[in-house]
């Protein structure tokens, strides 16, 4: 931070806190990821209108590079839980590799896979990958309901931002029908297999993106935990601020 932005800190940017929020702004404050869910399925009609609230998202040149598929098969989901799972523990051992029996083998594998992947093998996920590897969490949490996100690769510009305000109205608009959701990045690790894609029927263009667990939540997860404050450059008449 520049002398200026600290200066202008100390002169007393607060961060502005209102307590009046409106209903949209509660959905969006008070949405938590939901890792519990009872068992009782969500209705068909309300995941109909979820994935409704999905295709209304905006996107680049209004492509829509979207397509989902909804699975409410526990089978499906268990055996989909069980190959993430498999597919960590393989990843384990190269990315462990100061205690892999790999040796500099797998410290080279390691190496080489962070230099191409350096945000999937920031150490959040590697975290993650290890303690899905070792059954300590669980890959989509239980949901009676799961909500697969396919993009199109064709789609301008990047279609993963689409992706991503899709996916967003979806967790938004369930979570204010009082639903949970759980965003799944570890369905990637399925992209690649033939088995899942003929089985899922996902051909060209599209590709597994991202899995939403949805369900009832256990408990009550929600509520609004802080989240980092940020110093926002402000330019405005000639002049400079910086607020919280
Ligand atoms: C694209 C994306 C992928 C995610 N993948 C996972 C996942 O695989 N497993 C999981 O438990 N949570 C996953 N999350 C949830 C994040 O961990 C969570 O949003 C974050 O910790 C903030 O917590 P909150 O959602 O309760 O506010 C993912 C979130 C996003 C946006």
New binding site residues.
């Given amino acids: 931070m520049s002398a200026m932005e600290e200066k202008e800190l100390e002169k007393g940017a607060e961060p502005s806190v209102d307590d009046d929020w409106n209903p949209v702004e509660k959905v969006i404050l008070e949405?938590?990821?939901?890792?519990y869910y009872k068992p009782k399925q969500v209705p068909e009609n309300l995941v109909r209108r979820i994935l409704e609230a999905g295709r209304f998202a905006p996107s680049a040149g209004n492509y829509q590079p979207w397509r989902f598929i909804v699975i409410r098969d526990r089978d499906i989901i268990d055996a989909m839980e069980r190959d993430i799972r498999m597919m960590c523990k393989m990843l384990k051992p190269i990315l462990a590799w100061e205690s892999s029996p790999l040796g500099p083998v797998a410290k080279l594998m390691s190496k080489t896979l962070t230099w191409f992947l350096p945000n999937k093998l920031h150490h959040?996920?590697y975290g993650?990958i290890n303690a899905i590897a070792d059954g300590e969490?669980?890959?989509f949490?239980g949901p009676p309901t799961l909500i697969l996100l396919l993009m199109d690769k064709r789609g301008a510009g990047k279609p993963q931002v689409d992706l991503?305000c899709c996916?967003q109205n979806i967790v938004l608009t369930a979570h204010s029908h009082g639903l949970g959701t759980?965003?799944?990045?570890?369905?990637e690790l399925l992209r690649q297999n033939p088995i899942w894609k003929k089985r899922l029927g996902i051909e060209y263009p599209y590709e597994l993106c991202?899995?939403i667990s949805l369900g009832y939540p256990v408990g009550k997860?929600d509520g609004m935990?802080a989240?980092e404050a940020y110093h926002t450059r402000w330019f405005e008449n000639g002049t400079m601020k910086v607020v919280v």
């Fill in positions: 949405r938590r990821s939901v890792r959040e996920p993650a969490v669980g890959v949490h991503g996916g759980c965003w799944v990045g570890f369905v991202e899995g997860p935990i989240r």
